[in-house]
């Protein structure tokens, strides 16, 4: 049998790693990456650290090499990399990823406890404690959590409560259980972990239609603009004129019947001070009908640049994005990389991090809790910035990544967020995935990707904060990483 070799045990590995992201937007097929860890913690069973060394990688490189294997557009497409090159760059990422897999995976052979109960636990908390060292190691890669699998399910009713990293937690003790199932399959066991699972999806459901937060004030309208510009022409000099009319004639025919007005990531395609003319005009043009334009474009203070969302109309703010994207915004080894291939030199990739203590921005629909493009994936930083919020909005260009599952997978995560903090979600993309989100993540009004179009809705300010919002991630964060710790020191007391 394939299990009984080293070689067999890494290929499945491999397999389980690679069905995972199927569980996930834009597949869903959600019970594919429950299976994918049930399958890996099927086969790290009975297995000393050296060789799980390796099985954890062979998970983690079929995780990553499928998960986000959208990175190759990037670098191959808009930053002209060599196919070999793009496919070697893109390689080297999810192999070194996957490390973290292997260490995952050697640190649990190694404190492996013999009490069923207690080993169901340790998988889970080593899974979640993973998943929360991706959401700050090296700047944070927080992609793929196993919790955005539950999405429109009954299992997300705990997401407000828990956060995604709390569902995470969920799904592996789940999942370590079926592995355990499998190997040892004693009546009692079964029932344990049919009941574990009624227990969760009825709890889920339950918790579903609390209501955490409230409504504040009236529906207000917004138009969210989707301008499909291509990334070529964003920078294009001789183009500039052209952008600048078309988002000029798109505030004059939507700012005076709309509260707020939305353009993407990077829309305007100049520093704020470089055309004050300009800046004054949509000033204007929001202020004629007490409404807010609210747009993506740099800014500068001194030697330093920020990529920023700018607000005009009822009051004039900007807000400076604090989680960079290494080489798209900023190029870590600037001195040795910078100019070495296209890819490490792209447009506007000298950004530096906005400060931490900024404030939402206001508007006729109260506050706005602002996040560009790759912040909004860091659950904590959201719930931390959207406190004293009346809604969240997030703008982005996903342009990057072609028509990959990669902006499909970033669109999830966004209405996960508005899920855990119950409170609507704006969210404007330069080519998709532009949407209105509702507080319970649930999709209300949507453009097609590819589309030249503008979205309009109406959105309900909310106020009220979730157990999350409040708290975070620290609970379950704490007996994830606290229970390893106990097991060790249990371990090695016998």
């Keep these: 049998m394939i299990l009984q070799s080293l070689a067999g045990r890494a290929l499945l590995c491999l397999l389980a790693g690679s069905i995972f992201t199927l569980g996930l937007a834009p597949f869903d097929l959600k019970l594919l990456s429950l299976a994918s860890m049930a399958l890996f913690a099927f086969v790290l069973t009975g297995q000393s650290w050296r060789p799980s060394l390796l099985l954890g990688w062979c998970f983690g490189l079929g995780f990553f090499g499928a998960g986000v294997s959208w990175v190759y557009v990037s670098i191959n497409v808009y930053g002209h990399a060599p196919l070999v ?196 005009e949509l000033q204007r043009i929001a202020g004629s009908n007490e409404g807010t334009i609210v747009t993506g474009m740099p800014t500068r203070s001194g030697s330093r640049r920020f990529n920023s969302i700018v607000s005009v109309g009822q009051s004039s703010q900007t807000y400076n994005k604090q989680k960079l994207v290494p080489f798209g915004e900023f190029v870590p080894l600037e001195e040795s990389l910078r100019g070495a291939i296209d890819f490490f030199d792209l447009p506007m990739s000298n950004f530096s991090k906005g400060d931490a203590s900024q404030l939402p921005l206001s508007s006729s629909l109260g506050s706005l809790a602002p996040f560009i493009c790759y912040e909004i994936v860091y659950p904590d930083f959201v719930a931390k910035g959207s406190r004293s919020s009346n809604l969240l909005i997030t703008i982005s260009n996903d342009a990057w990544f072609g028509s990959s599952h990669g902006p499909h997978q970033h669109f999830q995560m966004a209405r996960y967020r508005a899920l855990e903090l119950q409170k609507p979600l704006i969210r404007g993309a330069n080519n998709g995935i532009t949407a209105v989100i509702d507080e319970q993540g649930g999709i209300v009004s949507k453009l097609p990707q590819f589309e030249r179009a503008t979205l309009e809705d109406e959105v309900t300010p909310r106020e009220g904060l979730t157990p999350f919002a409040r708290f975070g991630s620290a609970p379950i964060l704490l007996i994830s990483l606290i229970f390893p710790i106990f097991i060790g020191i249990k371990a090695r007391r016998q």
Aim: proline share 5%.
């Design 85 to 280: 090159l793009a496919l070697t760059l893109t390689t080297l990422f999810c192999a070194g990823l996957a490390l973290l897999f292997a260490i995952q995976a050697a640190v649990f052979a190694l404190l492996r406890p013999a009490q069923l109960a207690l080993r169901i636990i340790l998988f889970a908390c080593l899974w979640v404690a993973f998943e929360w060292l991706r959401t700050w190691l090296l700047t944070g890669f927080p992609w793929l959590f196993a919790g955005y699998a539950t999405l429109d399910t009954v299992v997300a009713g705990w997401a407000p409560m828990i956060g995604v990293l709390g569902v995470s937690w969920l799904l592996a003790v789940t999942a370590s259980g079926v592995a355990e199932i499998a190997i040892d399959r004693r009546a009692s066991h079964g029932i344990a972990l049919a009941s574990w699972v009624a227990s969760i999806a009825g709890s889920g459901y339950l918790l579903s239609s609390v209501q955490w937060t409230e409504p504040t004030g009236e529906a207000r309208k917004v138009a969210i603009y989707q301008p499909n510009i291509a990334l070529e022409d964003t920078w294009d000099r001789n183009n500039a004129p052209i952008l600048l009319n078309d988002f000029l004639e798109h505030a004059k025919a939507y700012a005076p019947s709309s509260d707020l007005v939305v353009w993407p990531e990077g829309a305007l395609p100049f520093y704020f001070d470089q055309a004050p003319g300009y800046m004054s």
